[in-house]
């Protein structure tokens, strides 16, 4: 936690000190000129690659596979999409390096190793997690909503007092 705090102080001073220095390299107009590119650049980037992994995730899905590594796909290409919204060019870069296919294949190693997760589907016939659960799944006519007459779990009436 108290990286994290860190982190999140010292960020707007890199992103500051970046500013400076593109802008001493290429002027100030040339700077704004290229953050509002990184700007469009990201949404336009967020936007193609956003659809085709939603049609990705939906075609794991219909297939009955795991969708995590492509929600994961969709979750960093999100992130991406933000850094890149965001003015500042240190966040350009790694928004751009999560844009890369092999970039967020690493990514998702490192995730897939370190994070506990499972993944429901239902009505599909999948099921893909750690296991530890345990599901009962009754048809309708195991379930009966009147008292079993003959179960040790019966309703203690008054009258059996």
């Known amino acids: 936690m108290r990286f994290s705090g860190i982190l999140l102080l010292l960020w707007p001073l890199v992103e500051i000190a970046g ?3 593109v802008g001493s390299q ?3 107009l040339s700077t704004i000129l290229l953050v ?14 956003g ?3 939603l049609s990705r995730i939906q075609a794991e899905v ?6 995590g590594r492509e929600v994961a796909h969709g979750l960093m290409i999100l992130v991406a999409g933000l850094l890149l919204v965001i003015p500042g060019f240190v966040s ?19 995730i897939k190793r370190n994070v506990d ?12 997690g750690s296991g530890k659960e345990k599901t009962i799944d009754l048809d309708e006519d195991d379930y009966k909503s009147e008292p079993d007459p003959d179960s040790p779990w019966r309703r203690i009436d008054k009258r059996d007092r």
């Open 19 to 21: 500013f400076v220095v």
């Open 26 to 28: 290429i002027g100030v």
């Open 36 to 49: 509002v590119a990184m700007t469009l650049l990201g949404g336009a980037l967020l936007r193609y690659q």
């Open 51 to 53: 659809f085709g992994v």
């Open 62 to 67: 219909n297939s009955g596979r795991d969708p």
């Open 92 to 110: 350009d870069v790694i928004g751009l390096a999560l844009f890369i296919p092999p970039v967020r294949d690493l990514a998702w190693s490192f």
């Open 117 to 128: 997760f499972s993944t429901v589907v239902v009505n599909r016939g999948f099921r893909s």
